[in-house]
């Protein structure tokens, strides 16, 4: 018997259809006597196409599935669709399309794609998060999370983009504009609903612990840095104010400094700023200018420092002195209390601000020794070390001990806090693409909550939004109702939730995904989670993990899953990406152009249209806007599915990224046709050889073959440890293809020999269908074994150990010969047979001089 030619494309329809047909990776929630692993990329969003990102992304998740599938477990592997969110909305502007009709028709296609790729995913288990069958155990979860007090609505201050005329998030507002719109950010008061997150800060940052070496480092310390917790201290400063005695508090993680206190600031949106505008028309001027522009305390600190002094005062608690209060752009209204003491020999900001403004900087700590100059600011003034100087009882201590003394010294105006940079999470979106928010104004009773038994509500899927505000508003049918307390009529809310919100308890539902009784049941949850492993990307490392855990303690307290984390263990994918090139036009602005307008001689390259050149940029993230994107289904067309797998597992460790290269697709390639021809070989030298002669355990081996047997069961060992161990993804493709060129090399002469070479290729063949899950399996099908009970093979230890060594000899340090000893010979021995070896002993006369054996490696015979 022997094969065809290698057609990629019939092979992969082939195993395609035989899942599908036997629901191969179909999984139940009942105990199966097996381990389980529930492995879980970050599920996509429904673009339109898939991309490299993509397709890395889920070879990953799907080689690891594999593996252990292999290895005996239960595997589940699920995949959903994060079908909410703004693209869907702008390509309706576009298109004059619904959202939902664009929405599902992406879906469709990219079901396909991804079905192309040969993921051993359990497609039952699919859902769009957009359908009211999931996103009403959503509205289900808010409106308890609303009667425990972890929801709440609140007036706040957002960041408006007056012509997408929406909220964004302080990631979306660069350099004060709008991400997409670029138009100037403006701050507005709106009602928004809130996830009480902050009550989480410190389970969410204890359990980091639980997290470590699962998580990549990075991921974790961004983690802990977003939570941001800082031990500090409430300082009350007291004034009068047209006879009423009042204080003003700031929050301070430095009171050992509180002797260098020259000014006090409060931001724009304090009271007494506030009342300083009714004084001052300036400084309601003032006020309203730092309205302007990003809340996002990264802007903050990148803008000048700006201010105004109010005339008012506040005495320094432990001096009685009298101190004057300004209002400064750098102080937030949402940290601490909004109000801070302005130390500036020790903190940056108030050292700028001092600077600008000509306020006292009165060094107050001394950090070993070293000189202080107001001159220009040095690092260590805030170095948290020092110890107190210039500043009466508290000189010479260090911070503790003045924190301590502090508390003693000014009693009931210092107050010891905790504080978090980590805000409650504000989930209200101005947006008709997005799960509404359970909600009902009644112009009597207020907020009124859904009833349960009313859920879910249905966001109406025939919308074609224009562009201008929320269309909900608009649509009689949705907002008008009845207010559920009082019977009168009443308006429902039309803003619907942060998108972040469907992708965090997602996880939890694909464990009973089509549960119309209850958001999750316990019997899946409980067979399932944690997810043992969960790959994405490392743009995902600080809001979605953080919702995610958030979400999953909230639903433990529910009573709905066990476990205090959600992911046990994390992979953080690199980026593919890929060479650019462009033109620079005459506003400064680049035309980007894809490789194949583009040819590329050495060091320059031209564009194929007209000849001139253009430049080659930088290797970047592949992306629409530069035009470097490759397109999977091109790739997967040209080479097939298999190949280009292989290509993104052993180009470059998982984590890292993976520069893209077309003419590197090459090798994967002609991997795969080695294997098939080695295969092809093999296959017509077994002829029809009886089963039991392929069994290495009836022959006695000769050397060579115990050679490539001992090949084989290292690249086991190896193999095993990379995946299970290290999540190592693109080693094993290297073992695999040395143990190609071994059995390539392999010359066989007797029955042991087969036996050999089939064990070899069995396993060759059972590895790469983790990779190349189409040709491998094939394969294996054509020699007779069952694809839907693989199983990994198993290592014979005793196959590793040698029981001879090649040796070198050395006459005059040229080598003249190779010995073959067998293990444990003793070194006279050695020695004997290296010199009566026949090539060696023509170039020794007499006695040599000396005879040096070095263990397992050579003999070296001075003459
Ligand atoms: C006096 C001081 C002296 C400070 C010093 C720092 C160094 P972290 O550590 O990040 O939590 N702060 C307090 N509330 C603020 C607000 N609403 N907006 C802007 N800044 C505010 O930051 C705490 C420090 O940030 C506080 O400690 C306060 O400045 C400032 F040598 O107080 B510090
Ligand atoms: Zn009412």
Request: charged share 25%; glycine share 8%; proline share 5%.
């Amino acid at each position: 018997m022997s094969l065809n030619n290698y057609d990629f494309k019939a092979i992969e329809q082939a195993q395609q259809a035989k899942w599908q047909a036997d629901n191969r990776y179909h999984t139940d929630n009942n105990d199966n006597g097996k381990p389980t692993r529930y492995m879980l990329s970050m599920f996509p969003y429904p673009s339109g196409k898939l991309h490299m990102g993509h397709v890395r992304n889920y070879a990953i998740t799907d080689v690891l599935s594999r593996y252990y599938r292999q290895k005996g477990y239960d595997v589940m592997q699920p995949m959903g669709w994060d079908a909410f969110g703004l693209p869907a909305e702008n390509a309706a502007i576009d298109n004059e399309v619904a959202p939902h009709a664009w929405t599902m028709s992406n879906i469709e296609h990219m079901r396909g794609q991804l079905k192309s790729l040969g993921l051993s995913i359990d497609w039952s288990r699919e859902f769009a998060t957009c359908n009211p069958d999931y996103y009403k155990w959503e509205q289900w979860l808010f409106l308890q999370l609303y009667k425990k007090g972890l929801v709440y609505k609140k007036l706040s201050t957002v960041n408006w983009d007056p012509v997408d005329n929406t909220v964004l998030a302080n990631e979306q507002v660069i350099d004060g504009r709008g991400w997409r719109s670029g138009a100037v950010v403006e701050k507005r008061d709106i009602p928004m609903y809130y996830f009480k997150i902050t009550d989480y800060a410190d389970e969410l940052l204890d359990d980091l612990k639980l997290l470590e070496n699962k998580w990549p480092k990075q991921v974790l310390t961004m983690q802990h840095n977003w939570i941001g917790k800082s031990h500090g201290m409430e300082l009350d400063f007291t004034y009068e104010l047209n006879g009423q005695a009042d204080k003003l508090t700031v929050f301070t993680t430095r009171p050992d400094t509180i002797m260098g206190v020259s000014y006090l600031a409060v931001s724009a949106e304090h009271p007494l700023a506030q009342y300083a505008s009714r004084q001052n028309e300036k400084i309601a001027e003032f006020c309203r200018l730092c309205k302007q522009g990003s809340v996002a305390e990264s802007e903050l600190a990148k803008a000048e420092k700006v201010g105004m002094d109010t005339g008012l005062f506040a005495k320094h608690p432990v001096t009685g002195e009298d101190v004057a209060i300004w209002v400064a752009n750098y102080v937030l209204m949402s940290y601490g209390s909004g109000a801070v003491m302005g130390v500036p020999a020790h903190d940056e900001r108030d050292f700028e601000f001092a600077k600008k403004y000509n306020l006292e900087i009165k060094p107050v700590i001394e950090f070993k020794g070293k000189e202080y100059s107001t001159d220009a600011w040095q690092d260590w003034y805030s170095d948290k070390n020092g110890v107190c100087v210039n500043s009466g009882v508290l000189d010479g201590m260090d911070k503790d001990t003045a924190s301590a003394k502090i508390l003693e010294v000014v009693g009931d105006k210092a107050n010891a806090t905790i504080q978090y940079r980590l805000r409650d999470w504000g989930v209200s979106r101005q947006r008709y693409w997005g799960c509404p928010i359970p909600m009902i104004n009644c112009q009597y009773c207020g907020t009124v909550p859904v009833p349960e038994s009313d859920l879910p509500v249905v966001l109406p899927t025939d919308v074609v939004p224009d562009g201008r505000g929320n269309p909900l508003k608009s649509i009689p049918e949705f907002v008008n109702c009845t207010c559920p307390k009082c019977g009168q009529p009443a308006e429902r809310e039309t803003d619907t939730f942060d998108t972040f919100v469907e992708s965090s308890w997602y996880a939890q539902r694909f464990t009973t995904p089509h549960d119309d009784t209850q958001m999750v049941g316990r019997q899946g949850a409980d067979k399932w989670l944690s997810v043992n492993q969960y790959v994405g990307g490392i743009e995902h490392a600080i809001l979605h993990l953080l919702y995610a855990r958030f979400f999953h303690k909230v639903m433990r307290d529910e009573g709905l899953v066990g476990g205090s984390e959600p992911f046990e263990c994390l992979l953080a994918q690199g980026m593919v990406l890929a060479g650019t090139f462009y033109r620079e036009k005459a506003d400064g602005s680049k035309s980007y152009y894809f490789p194949y307008e583009v040819e590329v001689r050495g060091n320059e390259a031209v564009l194929i249209a007209d000849g001139e050149p253009v430049t080659i940029g930088k290797i970047e993230k592949m992306s629409k806007s530069k035009n470097n994107g490759v397109d999977p289904q091109t790739i997967m067309g040209e080479y097939g599915a298999d190949t280009v797998r292989l290509y993104t597992m052993f180009t470059a460790p998982a984590d890292q990224t993976l520069e893209w290269s077309d003419s590197a697709l090459k090798g994967p390639y002609n991997f795969v046709k080695k294997v098939w021809r080695l295969a092809d070989e093999h296959l017509t030298a077994i002829g029809n050889v009886e089963k039991s002669a392929l069994d290495v355990a009836n022959h006695s081996l000769s050397k060579s073959a115990k050679a490539l047997r001992r090949k084989t069961h290292e690249t086991i060992a190896r193999i095993d440890t990379a995946l299970g161990e290290h999540l190592a993804l693109n080693t094993p493709v290297s073992s695999l293809m040395e143990l190609a060129n071994d059995i390539g090399a392999f010359d066989v002469a007797d029955g042991g020999d087969l036996a050999v070479r089939h064990e070899a290729i069995i396993t060759l063949l059972t590895i790469l269908s983790l990779y190349a899950p189409h040709v491998g399996e094939h394969l294996l099908e054509v020699f007779g074994f069952d694809s839907r009970t693989l199983t990994f093979p198993t290592l014979d230890k005793s196959a590793l150990v040698s029981d001879s060594i090649v040796m070198a000899v050395q006459v005059n340090g040229k080598v003249r010969g190779e010995i073959d000893v067998p293990t444990g010979t003793d070194n006279d021995t050695i020695k004997q047979m290296a010199l009566s070896h026949e090539g060696v002993a023509k170039f020794i006369t007499g006695e040599p001089k000396k005879v040096i054996v070095v263990p397992n490696k050579l003999v070296s015979v001075v003459v």
